[in-house]
């Protein structure tokens, strides 16, 4: 099997099957977006940003009415390597009110 990016399997087969189930593309689907910045680590006078938390689509209701973060993976991953990073999600919903479907 050839191998596909996460953007190709996004664009190949997410994205078209959300707007097949009646997802708008314009008002309910965003990809790529920016969950939380990353935590703020301070060694003595030296000040950096840790990695950044962002998925992969998140999917509205409504205009900020979040119902849904979707996490894509490429095709050389099993579905449980993308378990971590689900969970940093999770816990991120938490403090939003944010109701993560899977």
Do not use: F
Request: net charge positive; with cysteine; hydrophobic share 30%.
């Amino acid at each position: 099997m050839r191998e596909l990016s996460e953007r190709d399997i996004c664009t190949k087969y997410i994205t078209p099957e959300l707007v097949g189930a009646g997802w708008d593309i314009h008002t309910q689907i965003r990809e790529e977006v920016n969950l939380m910045n990353g935590r703020i680590i301070v060694r003595g006078k030296t000040v950096l940003r840790g990695k950044s938390k962002r998925a992969d689509y998140v999917l509205y209701y409504k205009q900020n009415i979040p119902l849904a973060v979707k996490e894509v993976k490429d095709n050389k991953h099993t579905i449980g390597e993308g378990m971590q990073q689900w969970d940093t999600q999770k816990c991120w919903k938490k403090k939003k009110n944010y109701c993560l479907m899977r």
